[in-house]
């Protein structure tokens, strides 16, 4: 499966964004889907991922509450939609396919996309 996350951008912090992952394939509906971020100078780090059918949702501490993972399966598409941006919300967002399950360590993933920068200005 092929990823393309879009959607990212300059906002202000307290501002929102909705990121988009659009996936190729015939076969986006089996898998869980995850985004991650890296931030300038430090490791990627999970954000939040869902399963396949989206009946479940996990997310990590620092945007639990703010950020919001969701799918439509009939178009192929995953989102994060961020609210209440703060300025360590800044990094590279990536999204990222599972054909075996939801998790949040990236070595689960086999399919990355290229990420899409998303900078909040304090």
């Known amino acids: 499966v092929q990823l393309q996350a879009s959607g990212g951008g300059l906002v202000q912090a307290g501002g929102s964004l909705r990121l988009s992952c659009a996936a190729s394939?015939?076969?986006?509906?089996?898998?869980?889907m995850g985004w991650f971020r890296q931030a300038p100078g430090k490791e990627r780090e999970f954000v939040a991922t869902?399963?396949?059918?989206?009946?479940?949702?996990y997310y990590a501490d620092s945007v639990k509450g703010r950020f919001t993972i969701s799918r439509d399966n009939a178009k192929n598409t995953v989102y994060l939609q961020m609210n209440s941006l703060k300025a360590e919300d800044t990094a590279v967002y990536y999204c990222?396919?599972?054909?075996?399950?939801?998790?949040?360590?990236?070595?689960?993933?086999?399919?990355w996309g290229q990420g899409t920068l998303v900078t909040v200005s304090s």
């Open positions: 990222a396919a599972s054909g075996t399950t939801w998790s949040r360590y990236s070595d689960e993933y086999a399919y």
């Open positions: 394939g015939r076969t986006f509906a089996t898998y869980a």
């Open positions: 869902i399963t396949w059918y989206g009946g479940s949702t």
